[in-house]
């Protein structure tokens, strides 16, 4: 039962990680390489969900993205590290957000 209670707790998390990731492989493409950042802001949205949440991750994602302007000075710009140590979650190699130790 706890399981099951993990999976959806982490359930809106993974969405948004599916989202991203059809994003990033189908209309990123289209752009081409033009973030001023590293990562570039679809990544820097994905780690911020990974590692805080639906609802810090997408305000972490969408400042970036305020952020991220032809005027903007760019550079190296890492999610900053959760204040709570998540050892009991783990990424997949897909990126999905999964309970318990190990890889994917």
């Known amino acids: 039962m706890k ?6 707790w982490l359930l809106p998390r993974n969405i948004c990680v599916a989202v991203l990731r059809g994003y990033r492989a189908v209309i990123s493409p289209l752009y081409g390489d033009v973030c001023r950042y590293y990562p570039s802001c679809s990544a820097y949205a994905m780690g911020s969900i990974q590692q805080h949440g639906v609802i810090k991750g997408i305000a972490l994602g969408s400042w ?3 952020r991220c302007h032809p005027w903007a000075r760019g550079g190296i710009d890492d999610v900053p590290e959760s204040r709570r ?5 783990h990424l997949t190699r897909f990126g999905f957000v999964a309970a318990g130790h190990g890889k994917g």
């Open 3 to 8: 399981r099951i209670g993990l999976f959806l």
């Open 64 to 66: 970036r993205i305020l």
């Open 85 to 89: 140590h998540h050892d009991h979650y």
